[in-house]
């Protein structure tokens, strides 16, 4: 049966009396809430604390971060005539204030119709704070800090999230939340794909957005795209509808493939977010692997950053699982295919998702432990869906987070010629550490 995408305020309302009987029954609240019935519910209530013009603000990272920002948002009302109003934030005065043009990206998935905006902001200066409004007739939002301070610095913190898919995103809200708390000098952060379950679900993205308040809105957002990225409602691959309009990443110069990979630099790292969902999408278009390599060799060879690592959704090695005997350890597709490349130009750090558990694997050379060689981490789990004792330890493997696994973060601070890279619990409990030296 179809369900009702559009939750009124009066349905809110006779909804939260309902759950209050559901829970005197036991139980029901908790099933509930794990449907696209419950996350629209908890989503309501959300956004009736929310301006209604302005929803899901967000800073999308830009090929050239020196000088430009994306900002995207969504709006439950038509905008008549938007702009983005940016001022330097010191004067506080409209002397001082611009105005930006706003495109519209209207688009409808899951039979709900998305009204997005976005604006590209061009010509920005280092160690210059900005700040930003968005404007509508007589309506404005409240201002926004671009802060450009890291550019003539070599530091800066950049956070950096597993897969956040859940069925209640109340643990990736706890965990985003707990990260920025303990790193407010945080600058930029990473999602490292299937950031929802189930990439047509209109209700998961408004979940996945809703946790993250206070924070798109201030940090540079770097998405990482996930085969979870690639369902429709039935479980049937597809193409990533939804991902590819609520992310305006920089492009790549494919025709077929156009921002499903990137490229970027941010202060004095080359990053580099490749896509692993070749066989999510081959039933629809073929040749993704076979353009992002050729293009992989050409973007490492051209850039002049001292640094380079790569962010990438499904891992390098293949783990055995205790159940299927059959499987052997190795190295996945993946893994054959881009670690050598990794190799030859000298990647500093890969950082994987996809299976759910943390695990430090080194530096690896030639399927070997080898200090020359990138260092390896496999980033954990941000949501509730949780694989406990699935996989066994592979030979690689150095640390390996407690079992049965929780949620986590990573918090990467990049200081010159030393990156140091920590895995916490949302408590703040720290599971591991690592110091990369140039």
């Not at 957002?221 to 039935?234: L, Q």
């Not at 580099?272 to 039933?283: D, G, P, R």
Request: proline share 3%; charged share 25%.
């Amino acid at each position: 049966m179809e369900e009702n995408k559009k939750i009124t305020r009066r349905r809110f309302i006779k909804g939260a009396v309902g759950l209050g009987a559901l829970a005197a029954l036991g139980g029901g609240f908790a099933a509930l809430r794990h449907t696209s019935v419950g996350r629209d519910i908890k989503n309501q209530a959300r956004s009736l604390l929310q301006d209604k013009q302005t929803q899901y603000i967000r800073q999308m990272v830009t090929a050239d971060n020196n000088t430009t920002r994306t900002v995207m948002w969504q709006s439950d009302t038509l905008m008549t005539s938007p702009q983005l109003r940016l001022r330097h934030k010191s004067a506080g005065s409209s002397d001082n204030e611009i105005s930006i043009p706003v495109n519209r990206d209207f688009f409808t998935d899951d039979g709900a119709e998305i009204k997005q905006y976005s604006a590209n902001i061009d010509g920005l200066k280092p160690n210059t704070e900005y700040e930003f409004a968005i404007e509508d007739g007589d309506n404005i939002s409240k201002w926004f800090a671009i802060d450009t301070a890291y550019r003539d610095k070599e530091k800066f913190t950049m956070l950096i999230f597993p897969d956040s898919q859940s069925s209640d995103y109340t643990d990736w809200e706890n965990v985003a939340q707990a990260a920025i708390k303990a790193y407010p000098q945080a600058e930029i952060f990473t999602n490292m794909g299937d950031l929802v379950d189930n990439g047509e679900d209109s209700s998961q993205w408004r979940a996945w957005f809703g946790a993250l308040h206070g924070i798109m809105d201030k940090l540079v957002f770097v998405p990482v795209m996930g085969n979870h990225e690639c369902y429709d409602r039935n479980w049937k691959e597809r193409l990533p509808e939804a991902y590819l309009h609520y992310f305006q990443v920089p492009t790549n110069g494919s025709t077929e493939f156009d921002r499903y990979y990137y490229s970027f630099d941010y202060g004095q790292v080359h990053f580099v977010v490749l896509n692993t969902m070749e066989e999510e999408i081959k039933n629809f278009k073929t040749g993704l692997i076979e353009e992002q390599t050729k293009w992989l060799h050409k973007d490492l060879q051209n850039t002049d950053k001292p640094w380079k690592i790569v962010l990438m959704h499904r891992d390098v090695l293949q783990y055995r699982i205790s159940r299927m005997p059959e499987r052997k350890e190795g190295f996945s597709e993946d893994g054959l295919i881009f670690m050598p490349i990794f190799e030859q130009y000298g990647v500093d750090i890969v950082f994987t998702a996809h299976l759910h558990t943390y695990r430090n694997r080194g530096h690896i050379v030639q399927g070997e432990h080898n200090a020359k060689g990138p260092l390896y981490i496999l980033t954990g789990v941000a949501g509730n869906v949780r694989y406990d004792n699935l996989w066994t330890d592979h030979a690689l493997d150095l640390v390996v987070a407690p079992q049965p696994e929780t949620d986590n973060y990573i918090a990467m601070e990049v200081d010159g010629r030393a990156i140091t890279i920590s895995c916490f619990l949302p408590d703040g409990t720290k599971l591991d550490e690592i110091k990369v030296n140039k």
